[in-house]
C-alpha cells in the first residue's frame, strides 16, 4: 500500500523530550502548549504531517506530503508544500 496522510502534526522538543504531536490543524499546537504552559523551542518546531503506509505511521515533512496527498488522490492540485487546510 503507498503512504496516505492521516494527520497534520507536530515534532517538538517539550520539556526536554523530542516528540511528534498529532494535530488537527498546526495551530493547534501552539495554542495546547501556550494552555497547557510547556516548555518548548519555539524556534525549532517541524510543521508536517503523519502518513501512513498500511502497516505504520512516520512523521513526513510539508514538502513529503504534498507529493503523498497528491499521489494518494487526496487532493487534485499538485502543490509543492502541503498544509492542513488542503486535506479539509
Known amino acids: 500500500m ?9 515534532r517538538a ?21 501556550k494552555l497547557l504552559n510547556c516548555d518548548y523551542d519555539r524556534g525549532h518546531v517541524e510543521q508536517g504531517f503523519i502518513a501512513w ?20 488522490g487526496q487532493i487534485d492540485d499538485e502543490v509543492t508544500s502541503l498544509y492542513s487546510e488542503d486535506l479539509y
Not at 2 to 10: F, P
Not at 17 to 22: A, D, H
Open 2 to 10: 503507498k503512504d496516505v496522510i492521516i494527520s497534520a502534526a507536530c
Open 13 to 33: 522538543t517539550v520539556n526536554g523530550e523530542l516528540n511528534i504531536f498529532p494535530v488537527h490543524r498546526h495551530c493547534d499546537f501552539f495554542e495546547w502548549m
Open 53 to 72: 503506509n498500511g502497516k505504520q505511521e512516520h512523521f513526513v515533512s510539508r514538502v513529503e506530503a504534498a507529493k503523498i496527498a497528491y499521489e494518494a
